[in-house]
């Protein structure tokens, strides 16, 4: 072999070493940018979350395309209400939710409650709002939520989404177990697989309007982390922490800090799913200890 011939093999080679370099290169910097592939698999399917996983919409990044929805019941020992500050045994009878994925890039959700009731064991001296009898009772704020995938590598795999929510205002101020203000939310979801583990976690900015204040508003920095683990077939395990926090020192009355952690497991069968949890709040006003249940349905298509 002449020496041109062995120096054109020899740069032939140099070169698919530079290029599987190149690619193991990128490779590596796509995982640590949580842009890599990671499979997951649930039996002999493909890994779908629960539905309503705690009523939040940080699974949203790996639903498939359908409709679905949740109806539960929910309990908060020595919850405080956010401006009236008496604090009781709070119980959330017919929280609802709706979720509506038209696209893999698209989903839709609605949620509230038709009735909440709070048992005032304790009275605050000097309320901000009066408490006539032994308990408060009302409605709940129901919000809206967008969550767009901004990107995704197929099932499955990692995703990033951003969500943009409003809170609408249709509780009784004057009850004061919620603001009835307009609320602002967003927020960005980014999601990867650990074996069989789903990490989800997301952070953003909410603009909560002060109810007492005239043309005040607070802006409360957003977190959430979530792990979902398939134990089987039809059978989840999940655990979340999801909040908000101001930095202010004057804090408007009803956007202080809240936040809870809940640990709980979800069953499905078929279309429908049932879903419980219990939680304990991660500041004074979210409460101590509860609890609460879902059933939920989703029809894939």
Known sequence: MSEETTSAVRSRSAMRICTWLCRCGWLAMLWCLGLAPAPVRCGSGEYRPPVAFFATPQSANFLSTGLGGYVGVGYTHAWQTPLSGHEGDRWQLGSLGLFYRPTRWLLLLVR?????????????????????????????????????????????????????????????????MGTNTSDLFFSLHWGMAVGRVQLILDGGVGILTAPLETNSQND???????????????????????????????IPAGTESRGVARLGGHWQRGAAGLEVYGQIGLTRRSGKLGGGLLLTWWLPW
Do not use: C
Request: aromatic residues 10%; glycine residues 14%; hydrophobic residues 45%.
């Open 112 to 176: 509230g409650g038709l009735y909440q009731r709070l048992g005032a064991a304790k009275r605050q001296a000097a309320p901000r709002i009066l408490l006539s009898g032994d308990s408060l009772h009302d409605v709940e704020d129901f919000e809206v939520h967008a969550v767009v995938l901004l990107w995704s590598g197929g099932a499955g795999r990692r995703a990033l989404s951003f969500r943009l929510g409003m809170r609408l205002p249709n509780t009784n101020q004057h009850q004061g």
């Open 220 to 250: 409360v920095a957003l977190y959430g982390a979530a792990v979902l683990w398939p134990v089987g077939r039809d059978v989840w395990l999940g655990a979340e922490v999801n909040g908000f926090f101001t930095t202010r020192h004057v």
